[in-house]
Nanobody
């Protein structure tokens, strides 16, 4: 049974940083593409970043390029996302997903960027 458990969200001021984690279990984490997606209040779910199994192919949504970093640790079966220079518009519930996109998603972690 696939399980994805996100953590690390919280309230942060604009310009601040957060590191999100997603612990995976129930599947062979090391052979799957993994994704971070988010859903802002009143908006649809949107893709934010992806990483291939070998961590050499990473992609980011234009709005987060240069500010967000996706990474993974196969020994810990964990996906990470480090977020710097957070903006109010980054406020959302953040989810990790395994490929194929939309097949399995965690419960999400809330990130609120506000003064």
């Amino acid at each position: 049974q696939v399980q994805l458990v996100e953590s690390g969200g919280g309230l942060v001021q604009p310009g601040g940083s957060l590191k999100l984690s997603c612990v995976a279990s129930g599947f062979s984490f090391s052979i799957y593409y993994m994704y971070w997606v988010r859903q802002a209040p009143g908006k649809e779910l949107e893709w934010v970043a992806s990483i291939n199994p070998g961590s050499y192919n990473v992609e980011y949504q234009d709005s987060v390029k240069g500010r967000f970093t996706i990474s993974r640790d196969h020994e810990k079966n964990t996906l990470y996302r480090h977020m710097d220079n957070l903006k109010v518009e980054d406020t959302a519930v953040y989810y990790c997903e395994k490929s194929p996109v939309g097949s399995d998603r965690g419960q999400g972690t809330q990130v609120t960027v506000s003064t």
